[in-house]
């Protein structure tokens, strides 16, 4: 195994909770078998409206929630390659060391009576019961300096900061266990433009200094694909194209794609669509997700689910549409 | 033209918290009949309260000053059944968030039925159907009556977002301000809202103040742009001249900020305003962006500059950038 993370058929569904309206054990399928390889130094970056399934691919990565099918396989800092599982408890907390998950709302995540000194050594002492916590307070320490905090922030507390500051703490919270790899999901868009530049230049300062990988999770196409070298696309839980960051923008193949590079602000008003509904799957697919959306929609659409497949020789692009043609 | 909202020196404090609150520190602007102004600016610099006071819509813990007069009614000079009656059949507002503007365990019939009693008692459950259904019908709901008995947490933000106009415009406004409305939607959801707008606009002659911190989605839908800075407006010209030929260095670095289309980190390094937006509990006494600013000099700190220019092309800067 050369690839840092292999990830094929991931699968996750939800039991929908049963609220005034919702059907008696409707589930909402979240992920529908999703593959995704990851290689050592690349940022990946995902995209995808709100509930097609973003975080969910995220939180299952880190194992904060157990898929259901399909597999995750790591590629260790020793050079082993494990199979990353709920059970394996030795491997899942080295796993959890070096694969670190930072989200969008920082203010959820930091306890607000703590201290940004505790917030940053509190999980690693867990771990480590108390081991070598000069070394855990060194790190934590040089960590504030690597996201461009003060010394002195050490003891304020999380409400203190503004929400790029809190952004940073989350950062420098995930850099104490040294990890090879970094999945952020959202953390520059409830910023505001400045901040979210200034984050973004953060971000790829970090992965540069660390030689860290990324998966970079954002709604919006033109900062993922600014920030990634490859971009995956996601609708209703399932992967519609990936490419090469470039690729895609240059020629976006399938019609989700293009309808969200078409719908960006920067794009000037030319949305076609009146007024149709996003989708996430409540009953198991039996045709592409976004066919009730698709202009190019034909009948085999609805009863075909399209797989991934290559669409031109060497491009490292794979698109799951019945209408593009493989070249 | 006419001008249907004028707003004058318009300063809003909040003295509940210590020190007050500067959140709005003297702000003139007018909007025209059929035209839609922009605000753009990043959180905190006054946006929404400047909206809210043009609405008539702030609480009591606001200390206002300024002169705001919409339709030629100067809101200080109503009394609290003339402000209801100008809300919704005068000026209407709608928000990022459409629950604001909901009951949660109302339906939309009653909803609708309520705002349209607030200006007309009189109206029958039959009638309050009928334009609900038309009103539905023209924010481009399906099977609009059918969907009559809802509530809210049946809609998608997007569809909800569709209500919240439909409802807005039941008392027909003249004046439409928009705070936020499609900021936490997603983009193709947020291009389908923008282009409700403009056709609405366009076929209701709608007046309309439009207000986002991204100045991309504020160019789609606005003729003219108010840059908004710790309270303050910095700049204000015709949309395709604030973009081209902008004075201030804020509005310029605002708009070379953003993510350009194609660019990539490999290749192209991003344009950053460095350092964080003003405190309003403590304002500086010279300009408000001079500490982030690439050409600020002594005078920037310590003296405000004065908003200067015609009408419709202003910017308040010591050192502006050149017109090429
Ligand atoms: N814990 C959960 N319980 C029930 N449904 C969930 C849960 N987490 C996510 N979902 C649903 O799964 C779908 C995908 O959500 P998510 O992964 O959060 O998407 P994204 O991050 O792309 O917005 C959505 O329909 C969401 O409502
Ligand atoms: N009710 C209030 N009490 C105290 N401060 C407020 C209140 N409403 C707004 N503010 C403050 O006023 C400033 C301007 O707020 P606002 O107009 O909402 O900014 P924007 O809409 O541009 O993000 C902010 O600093 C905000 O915290
Ligand atoms: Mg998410
Ligand atoms: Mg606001």
Not at chain 1, 173 to 191: G, K, Q
Not at chain 1, 223 to 239: E, F, K, P, S, T
Not at chain 2, 172 to 186: F, G, K, Y
């Amino acid at each position: 195994m050369n690839e840092l993370l292999e990830v094929t058929n991931l699968t996750k569904s939800f039991q929908l909770h049963a609220g005034l309206f919702a059907q008696a054990d409707q589930r909402v399928y979240a992920l529908g078998g999703v593959d995704l390889t990851l290689r050592t130094g690349e940022t990946y970056g995902l995209v995808g409206e709100s509930g097609s399934g973003k975080t969910t691919l995220a939180r299952t990565l880190v194992q904060l929630e157990a898929h259901e099918r399909g597999t995750i396989r790591y590629l260790s800092s020793d050079g082993s390659a494990w199979e990353v599982r709920r059970g394996d408890r030795r491997n899942l907390e080295r796993y959890r060391q070096e694969v670190r998950y930072v989200f969008q709302d920082p203010s959820s995540s930091l306890d607000p009576r703590m201290t940004v000194g505790d917030l940053l050594t509190i999980g690693a002492r867990q771990r480590t019961r108390g081991k070598d916590r000069a070394g855990l307070v060194a790190r934590a320490r040089e960590g504030l300096d690597h996201v461009g905090l003060r010394a002195s922030d050490w003891d304020r507390r999380p409400s203190e900061f503004s929400g790029g500051q809190r952004q940073r703490i989350a950062l420098a919270r995930a850099l104490v266990t040294r990890p090879r790899l970094l999945i952020c999901d959202e953390v520059v868009s409830a910023l505001d433009v400045s901040v979210r530049g200034q984050i973004l230049e953060l971000l790829l300062d970090l992965k540069n200094r660390f030689g860290l990988s990324m998966v970079f999770i954002a709604h919006d196409l033109d900062v993922v694909a600014y920030m990634a070298d490859r971009v995956g696309v996601l609708y209703g839980g399932r992967m519609m194209e990936e490419a090469p960051s470039r690729l895609l923008v240059e020629k976006p193949l399938h019609p989700y794609t293009k309808l969200l590079f078409d719908s960006a602000p920067g794009a000037g008003i030319r949305s076609r669509e009146t007024s149709a509904q996003k989708l996430t799957p409540t009953r198991a697919l039996t045709g592409c997700p976004f066919a009730p959306r698709c202009p190019l929609v034909i009948d085999r659409c609805r009863t075909e689910i399209p797989l991934p497949r290559a669409v031109g020789p060497q491009s490292g692009r794979l698109v799951a549409c019945h209408r593009v043609e493989a070249e | 033209m006419s001008t249907v909202l004028s707003v004058e020196d318009l300063r809003v404090t909040f003295v509940s918290q210590k020190p007050p609150v500067q959140a709005v520190r003297g702000v003139s602007f007018h909007l025209e009949t059929g035209e839609c102004l922009g605000i753009v600016g990043e959180s905190g610099s006054g946006k929404s309260v400047t909206a809210w006071a043009s609405a008539g819509l702030l609480g009591a813990d606001a200390l206002r000053e300024g002169k705001i007069v919409l339709e030629g009614q100067d809101w200080a000079e109503l009394n609290p059944e003339q402000r209801r009656s100008l809300r919704g059949t005068r000026v209407a507002m709608i928000f990022q968030e459409p629950s604001r503007s909901f009951d949660p365990i109302v339906t939309l019939e009653k909803t609708f039925w309520e705002t349209l009693r607030v200006h007309r008692p009189e109206t029958t459950r039959e009638e309050a159907r009928t334009r609900a259904t038309a009103l539905l019908n023209e924010v481009h709901i399906a099977d609009a009556e059918s969907r009559l008995g809802s509530f809210p947490h049946q809609f998608s933000g997007g569809m909800l977002q569709r209500v919240m106009i439909a409802l807005a415009l039941a008392n027909d406004p003249q004046v439409l301000l928009c705070d936020e409305p499609t900021t936490a939607l997603d983009v193709t959801i947020q291009a389908q809202i923008l282009a409700l707008l403009n056709e609405l606009r366009r076929r209701r002659g709608l007046s309309m103040v439009f207000i986002s911190h991204d100045l991309e989605t504020v160019a789609q839908v606005a003729d003219r742009i108010l840059v908004f800075y710790g309270g303050l407006i910095l700049e204000e010209a015709p949309t395709d001249v604030l973009l081209s030929r902008p004075r201030q260095p804020y509005t310029r670095g605002l708009w070379d900020s953003r993510v350009k289309r194609g660019s990539h980190y490999s290749t192209t390094p991003l344009t950053l305003i460095g350092g964080s937006p003003p405190d309003p509990q403590r304002p500086e006494p010279g300009c408000p962006f001079a500490p982030r600013c690439p050409r600020s000099q002594d005078r920037c700190q310590t003296e405000l500059p004065p908003l200067e220019g015609a009408v419709g092309r202003r910017h308040r800067c010591w050192f502006p950038l050149e017109e090429p």
